[in-house]
């Protein structure tokens, strides 16, 4: 009798000890809405964590984009090694397909890439013609027919007859003839060779058409990267003050409502909180055992 008296102490303490604090953890999350008696809020109504809702959205959103995650981290993972080495390789993938394959594939038509091929050949005639347009093609003919005139005159016993005009007026109307006939007939003649080169390119990958320009798979590597990081910076600098990381935590918190938020909490914290709780019974333990010794 003595004995269970003696235990009761111990035993009381560590039960008080262990339902005041598992009280006090629920309380962090209980109860989940305010309750009013009489007009006036009851004290700890509702629980710490959903009143201080908003306060933990900023607290979790501030640490997460000032400490673990900042922008020179995304930069720093964006432009990693593994990383950039996945998205080269992919790019490589991409560029020794065969072109006709990826224009199917996403057109799903044939229709549809003859219509693109027409429209890929009249732009790319229309921007010959233009550079041609721009080269004055007359004036250099009669340029150069005036120099090669010149030339063999030189030394000749006729050169004294041959005047700057005379070979003006000999050269000009055939440069302008030239001009006129390269401009009404240069697409006519252009064109079909266009569309004989595109037809051919289709059927090879874009890697292959660039290393028949002389570009190799080492420098294509260089220079894919060099654009990657270049436009990884680029779009950083752009749009990196828009990207408000705290701001999108702090928001995507505010929306739970307190059932996903308790869920959360506890996901990271629920060993920790189950530590408190028998803590409490250890602690009422030993404070009944104190209580016995005194």
């Known amino acids: 009798m003595m004995t269970l008296q003696m235990l009761a102490g111990p035993i009381v303490g560590a039960v008080i000890g262990y339902f005041t604090n598992y009280i006090a953890v629920k309380?962090?999350?209980?109860?989940?809405?305010?309750?009013?008696?009489?007009?006036?809020?009851l004290p700890f109504t509702p629980g710490a964590i959903p009143k201080g809702k908003e306060r933990l959205a900023g607290a979790i959103g501030n640490v997460v984009a000032t400490k673990l995650v900042t922008k020179a981290d995304i930069l720093e993972i964006l432009l990693?090694?593994?990383l950039e080495d996945q998205i080269i390789h992919q790019l490589n993938l991409w560029?020794?397909?065969?072109?006709?394959?990826?224009?199917?594939a996403m057109t799903k038509s044939e229709d549809q890439i003859d219509q693109l091929r027409e429209q890929l050949t009249q732009y790319i005639?229309?921007?010959?013609m233009g550079a041609i347009?721009?080269?004055?093609?007359?004036?250099?003919i009669a340029k150069e027919?005036?120099?090669?005139?010149?030339?063999?005159?030189?030394?000749k016993m006729f050169a004294m007859f041959i005047s700057d005009s005379l070979i003006d007026s000999i050269t000009e109307p055939i440069a302008q003839k030239a001009q006129n006939i390269v401009m009404e007939k240069?697409?006519?003649?252009?064109?079909?060779?266009?569309?004989?080169?595109?037809?051919?390119?289709e059927n090879i990958s874009i890697l292959e058409a660039l290393e028949s320009a002389g570009i190799g798979k080492e420098k294509l590597e260089e220079v894919l990267r060099a654009t990657y990081e270049k436009a990884v910076k680029a779009a950083m600098e752009k749009f990196g003050s828009k990207f408000d990381l705290r701001s999108i935590i702090e928001e995507k918190i505010n929306a739970m409502d307190v059932n996903e938020l308790e869920s959360l909490v506890l996901t990271v914290m629920k060993k920790e909180l189950d530590v408190i709780v028998n803590l409490g019974a250890v602690i009422g333990l030993v404070?009944?055992?104190?209580?016995?010794?005194i």
Not at 287 to 293: A, E, K, Q, R
């Open 27 to 41: 309380m962090l999350f209980f109860p989940k809405k305010e309750i009013r008696l009489f007009g006036k809020r």
């Open 80 to 82: 990693g090694e593994e």
């Open 95 to 104: 560029l020794a397909k065969n072109i006709h394959t990826d224009l199917y």
């Open 125 to 128: 005639t229309k921007e010959m």
């Open 133 to 140: 347009d721009q080269l004055e093609i007359g004036e250099v």
């Open 145 to 155: 027919a005036k120099e090669a005139i010149k030339e063999k005159a030189r030394g």
């Open 186 to 201: 240069g697409a006519a003649y252009i064109y079909p060779q266009v569309e004989k080169k595109i037809v051919e390119w």
């Open 287 to 293: 404070l009944g055992m104190i209580n016995l010794l």
